[in-house]
């Protein structure tokens, strides 16, 4: 497994912006940022295989997820945001192909918190 670890989070004001990091100890075929908002289910929100980017529809447009040449670094460039983005957003990895099932990722970071107020 690849040891994962998240920063970037914090409190913004609706249609602000903030880019999350997430460092991997080694490499992966899928990578992920999970979302986790209060009271609710994880759900991916942008992931990559390989080197292809995907989204759900409610982010698509605002978030850009990303990595580095090494693949040692993802990033999320959250722009845009709305209060309905409140979460703890968790990068996730995976040596194989995975997509939208939270379940198919074997690796996880601790999470890190993004706030937006009105």
């Known amino acids: 497994q690849v040891r994962l670890t998240e920063s970037g989070g914090g409190s913004v004001q609706a249609g602000g912006s903030l880019r999350l990091s997430c460092a991997a100890s080694?490499?992966?075929?899928?990578v992920a940022w999970v979302r986790q908002p209060p009271g609710k289910d994880r759900e991916v929100v942008a992931r990559i295989y390989i080197s292809s980017p995907y989204y759900i529809d409610s982010v698509r447009g605002r978030f850009t997820i990303s990595h580095d040449n090494t693949k040692r670094l993802v990033y999320l460039q959250m722009n845009s945001l709305k209060p309905e983005d409140n979460g703890l957003y968790y990068c996730a990895a995976a040596a194989r192909w995975c997509a939208w099932d939270q379940n198919c990722y074997e690796s996880w970071g601790q999470g890190t918190q993004v706030t937006v107020s009105p």
């Open positions: 080694g490499l992966w075929d899928s």
